[in-house]
């Protein structure tokens, strides 16, 4: 280790502290933050075609201010103090590395986006808090989706090392900046990559952690597994001081699954099947992101906090760190939330309607939404491609993806702009200041949930 480094590190299949004492990382994810997500703070589509749009209608000054004011207000020190106040000691911070490098000019560094960041990691530390930072988006999208900042279903970072040239260029950049933080939990260097041949995630991450540790030889590195961290077999044998990370989802917390039944041993099973490569390297295990979403209404909610509340506690029997998935959004999963009365939903909560009843966005969606469309196509695929099998999931879903969350979606970014249209600029200030902490209200039953499970593992 360096002289004076006294971050976590990786023994056996624990992360420990300097005084090589036991620390399970548990906490949440900094969702639509420095990347932002559709359902996360409303907009259809993928952040970079949203961005692009509001520019349009109001000019690039006006509409950088109001996306900087959005992020400043975004996540603040209050912020920090909630997170602290739960029993949460890690932040799993996700980035889009259209903030640090443009493809106009790749590899030359944005400093904006690196004191942004490292003054989350301060904001954080103060509050006795780990980050992680998580490299969420990458040139040409590392998996098939929206989160990757993605306007296609290809995965076109696998396809060209100029890519995954440039992704490895910034962790080089950010280690050389982060290297002795000792707030720094590590380096998720990539989040869910999905690339369809296998062959190039393993061999990626290879040339990756041993150039981070060229110039930064001390922090962990989380990696994720293929196909959205849920495959571990394309990495052979663990790198040293690495966590592996998966994800774990559960199908009955999500809209389209449920109601959950209570039957823990499938959730048990699911997650064993996940971890089989951490357990049998001997590596730690952590959940990199899970959760389910909520609709508000408490019938349909409540066998979903149970499921969250059996997952937290199957987690503590294997001793896994957890980062929930997520903060901070527009009411669909997050911790806190704006509320009706912001300006943000008072503007925007006839459009969210409109995304809702056309099932626009992935995350949220029935999969049964303008079925007098979709279920005829769905029976056409499957008469005329019976032996169609597309990657990640299968013919249904990808159909889904098509239709609905890119044609419908991308047809309907133009209309978001729109209501940007005559804002004077105290009304943009008021706009991004919904998503201020005192803007936004708790979701208080999954509060106590998360505060339970993290102080209990303190």
């Not at 890119?406 to 729109?418: K, R």
């Amino acid at each position: 280790m360096a002289r004076n480094f006294q971050g976590l590190r990786v023994v056996g299949n624990a992360i420990v502290d300097e005084a090589g004492a036991r620390v399970v990382l548990r906490g949440v994810g900094l969702g639509g933050w420095m990347n932002m997500e559709n359902f996360i703070t409303g907009y259809p589509a993928n952040e970079s075609a949203m961005r692009d749009a509001v520019g349009a209608v109001l000019g690039e000054a006006r509409a950088d201010a109001f996306f900087e004011r959005l992020l400043d207000r975004f996540f603040t020190a209050e912020d920090a103090e909630l997170l602290a106040g739960l029993g949460v000691n890690c932040v799993r911070l996700p980035i889009n590395q259209r903030h640090f490098e443009s493809d106009a000019e790749p590899f030359k560094w944005l400093s904006r986006g690196f004191e942004r960041l490292a003054a989350a990691v301060d904001v954080l530390g103060a509050h006795g808090i780990y980050s992680v930072i998580d490299l969420h988006a990458v040139p040409g999208s590392q998996n098939q989706h929206w989160h990757s900042d993605n306007a296609t279903h290809i995965a076109a970072f696998w396809k060209h090392p100029h890519f995954m040239d440039r992704a490895t260029a910034l962790w080089v950049e950010l280690a050389g900046r982060f290297a002795g933080n000792r707030w720094v939990a590590g380096y998720n260097l990539l989040n869910e990559p999905a690339d369809p041949s296998g062959l190039l995630v393993g061999p990626w991450h290879a040339r990756t952690v041993a150039a981070v540790r060229e110039v930064d030889p001390d922090h962990i590195v989380f990696l994720d597994g293929n196909t959205y961290s849920t495959d571990f077999s394309s990495f052979g044998e663990p790198v040293e001081n690495a966590v592996y990370a998966c994800h774990d989802y559960a199908r009955d917390g999500m809209a389209f699954g449920g109601p959950y039944d209570g039957d823990a041993s499938r959730l048990e099973a699911t997650f064993l099947k996940r971890t089989r490569y951490q357990r049998e390297t001997g590596t730690p295990i952590w959940v990199g992101e899970f959760g389910p979403v909520y609709t508000g209404v408490p019938e349909s909610d409540e066998p979903r906090y149970a499921l969250l509340e059996d997952q937290l506690e199957l987690y503590a029997s294997r001793g896994a760190g957890w980062s929930l998935w997520t903060y901070k959004d527009v009411g669909l999963q997050g911790l806190v939330h704006t509320p009706p009365s912001s300006l943000y939903m008072r503007l925007f909560g006839e459009f969210l309607g409109k995304k809702a009843r056309l099932g626009v966005d992935s995350w949220g969606s029935t999969d049964r939404e303008q079925a007098e469309v979709m279920e005829p196509l769905h029976a056409l695929i499957a008469r005329e491609f019976p032996s169609w099998e597309p990657y990640p999931w299968d013919a249904r879903s990808t159909t889904d993806d098509l239709v609905r969350h890119l044609l419908f979606a991308q047809a309907m970014v133009g209309e978001y702009a729109a209501y940007f249209a005559g804002l004077d600029d105290a009304a943009l200030d008021a706009l991004a200041d919904s998503f201020s902490l005192a803007s936004c209200v708790r979701r208080e039953r999954l509060c106590e949930i998360v505060a339970s499970a993290a102080f209990a593992m303190s």
